[in-house]
């Protein structure tokens, strides 16, 4: 496995393509690959190729790719990067092999995460009718998603709480007695976009459009199974893992905002 | 000056409404463009449940060391005030009221740790509810930014993230040009240019509120970046390599 960083040069046309369509920087992610063909299926549950922009500012977008083997971004470099300044040494991005920091991942460990996800459920709307994938709109349905136990338990980790004395709401609710997800554990919710694109068909068919909702969190997690926490690292969590979802990164925990020492 | 290790406790100071008065009498209520020291120590001793007549637990509180960060400045709105009286039906007088609109400050006061500590606590289960220099101008956030220790307030408001709302740094986020206006309390003994204002809490006594005059030194810092700075490379190490 591998993981990778380019920066997008944002003054670029190529960019604004590649960052207005999912579809677009999906194909271009895919095309990094010279051993992965259009029509070669993957096995099923192998380890599989996962990306996300990150976003700190106008003119800093980082592109993050997970993948079974080392990408060749040249072409991207060329559209949406600075070609005129890469050398063999710096070809535009970086990759590093992604095992030996996974090898080092055991129980009980701390570390702070950024993930970009498509919180979804099924609904049912009236008796009788087929369930249907909806998107959760709120802050306190998208956290609820990603804190759901059983998704923390099969994902290989738990998001830590914080402690007491960091928490606003002494009750530990809303005054309408909801929980409050943000008061409670070491997670943030800060950027939260509908998407809508169009997707072309192969053939050059009637052209669908793709209505996305994504949710980045950020926050501290504790690794509760280092094997499961390996797979999701590597596999992504839930829906829409084509388009920028899915990706969980870890780094090392920074000091908590309350810091003593100095 | 103390030569034992003091500790700073840092404020966030942000709401819709602010009106931080040092110097207005009678019917025109003006406010300066930053936090006064005797609003901010009147938060702190309110929190901590202080009687208005009590000036001797007021004078330890008065005796920290003060300086606000101008995060983001906000508007001056000016308000044409009118009021009857709820019992009597009266007209109460026309006043002039001003207000900064939508400002973000991040205030500290730096002394003894053991009373920083207490404050810090009474900001998280305040005895009087916490307001930004007038009673109807509540926060609209969680005002307690941490406690320092050992620390010194000219380096807290260097270092205290940036807490301009998102698009007030996406507009002023020029590293080079943006800083950002300090206004801090001159050290003992320092050799500085300053300007003096008369927000010295003595008394909030309601029978005569008085007020001594404080020396107060401008300062310019480069806004702070996030703290939410998130590199999963961070979590390499060197011989990771093939």
Known sequence: MFLTRFRLNTARHGS?????????????????????LPTTAPAADAPRTLWRLDERARAEVILYLVSPDRPDLTHLVEQAGWPAVATPDDPGWQTRPYQPFLDRLTAGQHWAF???????????????????????????HQMGWLLDEERQKRAGFRIAEKPAGRRTLPGGTTHKGHPHHGDRYELSLNDTRSLSFSKSRPGGGNRSRVTLVTATFEGRLEITDPDLLRRTLTHGIGRARAYGCGLLTLAPAPKPARQEAR | MSTSPTSVLALLLAGPLQAWGAASRFSRRTTESAPTKSGVIGLLAAAAGIARDDDAALAVLAALRFGVRIDQPGTRIRDFHKAMHPVTGKTMPLTERFYLADAVFVAAVEG????????????RSPVYPPFLGRRSCPPATRVDLGLHRDAVLEDVLRTVAWQASPWYRRRHHHPETGQLTVLREKQPGEDTPADTLCDQPLSYSPAQRRHALRSVVTDRVRPPRESAHHDPFDAFSEDDDL
């Open chain 2, 112 to 123: 003894d740790h053991a009373l920083l500590e207490r404050l810090d606590a009474a900001l």
């Open chain 1, 114 to 140: 950024r993930l970009t996800a498509n919180p979804v459920h099924t609904i049912r709307r009236k008796e009788g009718e087929p369930r249907k994938l909806t998107a959760h709109l709120t802050h306190r």
């Open chain 1, 16 to 36: 604004r393509r590649l960052l207005s369509s999912p579809q677009a920087m999906h194909a271009a992610v895919m095309s990094s690959f010279p051993g992965v």
